[in-house]
């Protein structure tokens, strides 16, 4: 008489049913066991991303029914070819980035306690290079040869890109963020650049893995806007695989381009 051995395993609150039969050629049984296991933690989490994509793609079609966001005056001053981007308001407000941005800042201002300066807003507080300023000359001990007050944009954008690069100079990175970007409010550039700041000098500050914005990006192009939306990492992204960390260089775009009726691609 044939015996067969029958095992059951749970994931995520469905039960596996595993026998013999079902083991792969050249795997013992408690190897196909785990093969399968992997397959059907993979599969479900390719699932959720779909659906999140899938989601976020609907968001970006109903942009062009939204009076609110097609009539912004902001998107008739751009050059021919010239881009700029929006963070979404429910991505900005959801719990995982409110609560790495409240981190941030509060790290921020417990460095500058001493010298009573409170910031509140990341990108209105830190893009003229002033705050960062002396952030930096705090956390490396080294005074940087610049004024710290100067009014002009010229005079501005040049004192970032004297911090940018000694902020370079010392973290070692590639960087994802540039002055331009900074001086323009770019929430994800600013952001990137200060867990940066954060994992070199103070190591002991943990982030969330996998926090993202999605922004709404506006382009011109032959007259007319065209919008898209797409997905930007701001902390690193665990590999479900082996639990690994990568840095977050590229973004995930969705491909569901917004054709509005007025005449917009």
Known sequence: MTTRSVCFARTNGVRLFVSEMTTLPGLKSHDSILAKLDTFKRRKKERQEVEELTKESNQAMKLCTSPQFLLDPKDYELQEGEERMYPEKSS????????????LLTWINNELASQRILVRDLQEDLYDGQVLQKLVEKLTGITLAYPEVTQSEVGQLQ?????LSTINSFIQVV??????LIYQKDLVATVRLLIALAKHFKSELHFQPGVYLTVI???????????????????????????????PLVFFRITAHIRSSTRFT
């Open 159 to 163: 004192r970032l890109k004297e911090v």
């Open 92 to 103: 900005q407000n959801s719990s995982g980035f409110q609560e790495l941005s409240q981190k």
């Open 217 to 247: 990006i506006t382009r011109k192009l032959n007259g007319q806007l065209q919008y898209r939306y797409e997905r930007k990492y701001v902390t690193e992204i665990v590999q479900p695989e082996t639990g690994e960390f990568r840095i």
């Open 175 to 180: 960087p994802l963020w540039t002055a331009e």
